[in-house]
């Protein structure tokens, strides 16, 4: 997979300090005694608005620049008249067999004018079938209360309850969840918006998955200039980076049965009562009943410090830690939940190895290049924390006396052997013939141009790649100077419109958009470039394709068939490497290489072409131009009303949509 060079990002003053504020707090993180004093100070400064957007374009630098996302916006989420009138006409035919919404928002001293306006956003809402529930926390006054008093005799769809003491948000939120009756609760915070055809579009959804319990979409948030700003586009339910955030969020709806099952929220967990919430449904549901609609349906109020989470960030964290490690508990997890001080409400997950360490094989092809094969294995030999490990060196036809001298040497460690593999080159019947050879469980596949950064690297992918319900486990790759060359794949881009890797070019200490180059997350494939696959999963699937895959994308496939299995592909940062990508072959791109890998490419089109088209752990609102997750212009997904009219005539999913869990 051919690396993209880094984009261009604007200069100015604003950017400049910007880039002194990222550089001071690389320096910060280097340092753990510096976090809590620091992370004080900087929820100091976002109490102040310039404050606010200083620390947020530090901490999240991919956020998309206003001006950009609202001629975004312009062009692909705007509503014509001709989509309201068959948005309105598709309501009308599932107004029948549609669920009936409550919408809950807990009250606390509002904002009157913002809670005003997220009232009426519930009733502009093209789907009919709403309800809402709003419970008074005991705001102080009568202010409140009368509002929702008027709201409640306007409009018989309204139902208000006044509690007689403040008991927090989580409290809150069950009471109003108590006046409800509908078959799904959508949850709403009290100053934000949903757009007129979001419900409609969560009824759609449900209609066309009926077994669905959870439902979550796309989002975005209110500047304090009334601004739509820093879209979040979502992927599928992903189990792993829930750990780290509360990828579901906003808009959230749930089918009430299943809310009551769970108790609804618990208190004390305020702050993070949302995402506890949604890990014990999901716990309970499974990930089949869990759906995503990849459109920004939820328009989250940024007042400047005016939300609870806002203005107590540190509760939020340690609330948010205790609802992981709770879930982790639940589910038999041998991993811990702590709070990340130099990032926004995200958590880092520790993984530990979930049983006995087994023997792991590191299989290594190479020809020649004495001097990169030498640097890898000394990294595998003697810089690896892992007790029992073998080095599989597979000779394709090396001819250099370096190479032979190298071998010579090498053999005398009694964990090494040398496995002549002559031929001419082909990837996958290389590594599948090692994994016959190899005496361990847990099989790694490593290029010969991998260089080992720190110890612990095996450990973390074996922590991921031992666990039932995972089937591989990629690694951080890095350029040598410390950009990230893959961090993890995704489908559909790059060359052939196959697959790609993600973040390419990206900076050493650059968290991603929304933390993806810090959580460890599910991904459709990751490169075999670092690959750690147990072996009962590798010869469940069959090894990697010799016959039509021998050098190119052969470990996208394997990583599609394991996930045919229904296992987990993880892409995790904890194992950090250096790649010196393709530095021994040479480029895919170039000369009598480029014929073979359009041969390659066109059978991963003939193989996987519709999964390819739809990477769940991408998304449809995503450019496939290049994988740095910037929104594509226009989206490939249809909106419900724009389906072909048998859609809705036979009521079921359609093939395929379901995704991959």
Same mark, same amino acid.
């Given at each position: 997979?051919?690396?993209?060079?880094?984009?261009?990002?604007?200069?100015?003053?604003?950017?400049?300090?910007?880039?002194?504020?990222?550089r001071a707090l690389g320096g910060v993180r280097a340092v753990p005694a510096l976090h809590r004093p620091v992370h004080a100070i900087a929820e100091r400064i976002a109490r102040h608005p310039a404050g606010a957007r200083l620390i947020r374009?530090?901490?999240?630098?991919?956020?998309?620049?206003?001006?950009?996302?609202?001629?975004?916006?312009?062009?692909?989420?705007?509503?014509? !008249?001709?989509?309201? %009138?068959?948005?309105?006409?598709?309501?009308?035919?599932?107004?029948?067999?549609?669920?009936?919404?409550?919408?809950?928002?807990?009250?606390?001293?509002?904002?009157?004018? =913002?809670?005003?306006?997220?009232?009426?956003?519930?009733?502009?809402?093209?789907?009919?079938?709403?309800?809402?529930?709003?419970?008074?926390?005991?705001?102080?006054?009568?202010?409140?209360?009368?509002?929702?008093?008027?709201?409640?005799?306007?409009?018989?769809?309204?139902?208000? *309850?006044?509690?007689?003491?403040?008991?927090?948000?989580?409290?809150?939120?069950?009471?109003?969840?108590?006046?409800?009756?509908?078959?799904?609760?959508?949850?709403?915070?009290?100053?934000?918006?949903?757009?007129?055809?979001?419900?409609?579009?969560?009824?759609?959804?449900?209609?066309?998955?009926?077994?669905?319990?959870?439902?979550?979409?796309?989002?975005?948030?209110?500047?304090?200039?009334?601004?739509?700003?820093?879209?979040?586009?979502?992927?599928?339910?992903?189990?792993?980076?829930?750990?780290?955030?509360?990828?579901?969020?906003?808009?959230?709806?749930?089918?009430?049965?299943?809310?009551?099952?769970?108790?609804?929220?618990?208190?004390?967990?305020?702050?993070?009562?949302?995402?506890?919430?949604?890990?014990?449904?999901?716990?309970?549901?499974?990930?089949?009943?869990?759906?995503?609609?990849?459109?920004?349906?939820? =328009?989250?109020?940024?007042?400047?410090?005016?939300?609870?989470?806002?203005?107590?960030?540190?509760?939020?964290?340690?609330?948010?830690?205790?609802?992981?490690?709770?879930?982790?508990?639940?589910?038999?997890?041998?991993?811990?939940?702590?709070?990340?001080?130099?990032?926004?409400?995200?958590? !880092?997950?520790?993984? +530990?190895?979930?049983?006995? %360490?087994?023997?792991?094989?590191?299989?290594?092809?190479?020809?020649?290049?004495?001097?990169?094969?030498?640097?890898?294995?000394?990294?595998?030999?003697?810089?690896?924390?892992?007790?029992?490990?073998?080095?599989?060196?597979?000779?394709?036809?090396?001819?250099?006396?370096?190479?032979?001298?190298?071998?010579?040497?090498?053999?005398?460690?009694?964990?090494?052997?040398?496995?002549?593999?002559?031929?001419?080159?082909?990837?996958?019947?290389?590594?599948?013939?090692?994994?016959?050879?190899?005496?361990?469980?847990?099989?790694?596949?490593?290029?010969?141009?991998?260089?080992?950064?720190?110890? +612990?690297?095996?450990?973390?992918?074996?922590?991921?790649?031992?666990?039932?319900?995972?089937?591989?486990?990629?690694?951080?790759?890095?350029?040598?100077?410390?950009?990230?060359?893959?961090?993890?794949?995704?489908?559909?881009?790059?060359?052939?419109?196959?697959?790609?890797?993600?973040?390419?070019?990206?900076?050493?200490?650059?968290?991603?958009?929304?933390?993806?180059?810090?959580?460890?997350?599910? *991904?459709?494939?990751?490169?075999?470039?670092?690959?750690?696959?147990?072996?009962?999963?590798?010869?469940?699937?069959? +090894?990697?394709?010799? !016959?039509?895959?021998?050098?190119?994308?052969?470990?996208?496939?394997?990583?599609?068939?394991?996930?045919?299995?229904?296992?987990?592909?993880?892409?995790?940062?904890?194992?950090?490497?250096?790649?010196?990508?393709?530095? %021994?072959?040479?480029?895919?791109?170039?000369?009598?290489?480029?014929?073979?890998?359009?041969?390659?490419?066109?059978?991963?089109?003939?193989?996987?072409?519709?999964?390819?088209?739809?990477?769940?752990?991408?998304?449809?609102?995503?450019?496939?131009?290049?994988?740095?997750?910037?929104?594509?212009?226009?989206?490939?997904?249809?909106?419900?009303?724009?389906?072909?009219?048998?859609?809705?005539?036979?009521?079921?999913?359609?093939?395929?949509?379901?995704?991959?869990?």
């Amino acid at each position: 997979m051919a690396a993209d060079p880094p984009p261009h990002r604007p200069s100015g003053p604003a950017q400049a300090l910007r880039r002194l504020a990222a550089r001071a707090l690389g320096g910060v993180r280097a340092v753990p005694a510096l976090h809590r004093p620091v992370h004080a100070i900087a929820e100091r400064i976002a109490r102040h608005p310039a404050g606010a957007r200083l620390i947020r374009s530090v901490l999240e630098p991919h956020a998309l620049d206003p001006a950009a996302y609202a001629r975004w916006i312009a062009r692909c989420d705007t509503l014509s !008249e001709v989509d309201l %009138s068959a948005a309105r006409a598709l309501a009308g035919r599932l107004e029948a067999t549609g669920p009936l919404i409550s919408v809950v928002i807990p009250v606390f001293d509002p904002d009157l004018v =913002h809670l005003s306006a997220a009232i009426a956003s519930v009733q502009r809402q093209i789907w009919p079938k709403w309800e809402l529930c709003l419970a008074d926390d005991a705001s102080p006054g009568e202010a409140t209360w009368g509002l929702l008093e008027a709201a409640a005799a306007g409009d018989s769809r309204i139902r208000i *309850v006044r509690r007689a003491a403040n008991g927090h948000i989580s409290a809150a939120t069950n009471s109003a969840l108590n006046l409800a009756a509908g078959d799904f609760v959508a949850f709403m915070d009290q100053d934000d918006l949903i757009p007129p055809h979001a419900l409609l579009e969560v009824a759609a959804e449900l209609v066309r998955h009926p077994q669905a319990d959870l439902v979550y979409t796309d989002e975005d948030k209110i500047d304090r200039r009334g601004r739509r700003v820093e879209p979040h586009f979502k992927t599928n339910w992903d189990p792993e980076l829930m750990l780290s955030q509360n990828m579901a969020s906003h808009l959230t709806v749930i089918r009430r049965s299943r809310v009551v099952e769970a108790g609804g929220l618990r208190e004390g967990l305020e702050g993070a009562q949302d995402w506890d919430l949604v890990l014990r449904v999901a716990r309970a549901a499974g990930p089949a009943r869990i759906r995503h609609i990849p459109a920004v349906l939820y =328009h989250w109020r940024q007042a400047g410090g005016g939300s609870f989470s806002e203005r107590a960030m540190a509760r939020c964290r340690a609330a948010a830690a205790r609802a992981v490690n709770d879930h982790l508990a639940a589910t038999g997890q041998a991993a811990t939940a702590r709070v990340l001080d130099d990032g926004p409400a995200w958590l !880092e997950i520790a993984r +530990g190895l979930p049983g006995p %360490s087994p023997k792991a094989t590191v299989i290594v092809p190479t020809r020649d290049r004495a001097d990169l094969l030498e640097a890898c294995a000394r990294g595998v030999l003697e810089g690896t924390d892992w007790p029992d490990l073998e080095l599989l060196i597979v000779d394709n036809d090396s001819a250099e006396p370096a190479t032979k001298a190298l071998f010579e040497r090498l053999a005398q460690d009694p964990r090494v052997r040398i496995l002549p593999a002559p031929g001419p080159f082909n990837y996958s019947a290389i590594n599948n013939a090692a994994v016959r050879e190899a005496k361990g469980d847990l099989l790694v596949f490593l290029n010969n141009d991998v260089e080992v950064r720190g110890p +612990g690297w095996l450990k973390a992918l074996a922590a991921q790649a031992l666990r039932p319900e995972v089937g591989a486990a990629g690694a951080m790759l890095r350029f040598p100077d410390g950009r990230v060359q893959h961090a993890g794949v995704a489908l559909g881009i790059g060359a052939g419109r196959v697959a790609g890797a993600l973040g390419v070019g990206a900076g050493p200490r650059d968290p991603g958009p929304s933390n993806r180059l810090r959580a460890a997350r599910c *991904v459709s494939a990751a490169t075999a470039a670092c690959l750690a696959v147990r072996r009962e999963v590798f010869n469940a699937v069959g +090894g990697f394709d010799a !016959e039509h895959l021998p050098v190119a994308f052969n470990d996208i496939d394997l990583c599609l068939r394991i996930g045919d299995l229904g296992l987990q592909v993880i892409w995790t940062p904890e194992a950090d490497l250096t790649h010196r990508e393709s530095a %021994s072959r040479g480029s895919d791109l170039e000369g009598r290489n480029a014929a073979r890998f359009a041969r390659e490419a066109a059978w991963m089109r003939q193989r996987w072409g519709p999964v390819l088209d739809a990477d769940p752990f991408y998304g449809l609102n995503l450019d496939l131009s290049g994988g740095d997750w910037r929104p594509a212009d226009p989206p490939r997904r249809l909106r419900p009303w724009a389906l072909p009219p048998e859609t809705w005539e036979a009521m079921v999913s359609i093939p395929g949509e379901e995704g991959r869990s």
